[in-house]
């Protein structure tokens, strides 16, 4: 039975850095998709990163390159998402989500079968 579990999440200040953490179990990252996704309230589920666990491939939203960097620990069986120059417009509920098989790094909510309960982050102006 596939297990994400999310951590990290937080409040902090506008500018501020966060580090969320996705554990899994009963998952292989080498041939799957790991995706970090976000939804704030009243807002559609966005994708934010995506990595490949096989390569390292990895997509960013535009919203969020150059500052969030998606990352994974094989050994660990974790799924990190560093976030800096947090903004108000970062506030959401953070998901980590996965997927076996990896085409191609989708944003797409519907094809990850697997997500965590979610964590939130709270940036304050």
């Known amino acids: 039975q596939v297990q994400l579990v999310e951590s990290g999440g937080g409040s902090v200040q506008s500018g501020g850095s966060l580090r969320l953490s996705c554990s899994s179990s009963g998952f292989t990252y080498s041939d799957s998709c790991m995706a970090w996704f976000r939804q704030a309230p009243g807002k559609e589920r966005e994708g934010v990163a995506v990595?490949?666990?096989?390569?390292?491939?990895?997509y960013y939203a535009d919203s969020v390159k150059g500052r969030f960097t998606i990352s994974l620990d094989d050994a660990k069986n974790t799924l990190s998402l560093q976030m800096n120059s947090l903004t108000p417009e970062d506030t959401a509920m953070y998901y980590c989500?996965?997927?076996?098989?990896?085409?191609?790094?989708?944003?797409?909510?519907?094809?990850?079968?697997?997500w965590g309960q979610g964590t939130q982050v709270t940036v304050s102006s």
């Open positions: 989500a996965a997927r076996r098989g990896c085409g191609y790094l989708s944003v797409i909510a519907d094809e990850y079968p697997y």
């Open positions: 990595i490949f666990g096989g390569g390292g491939q990895q």
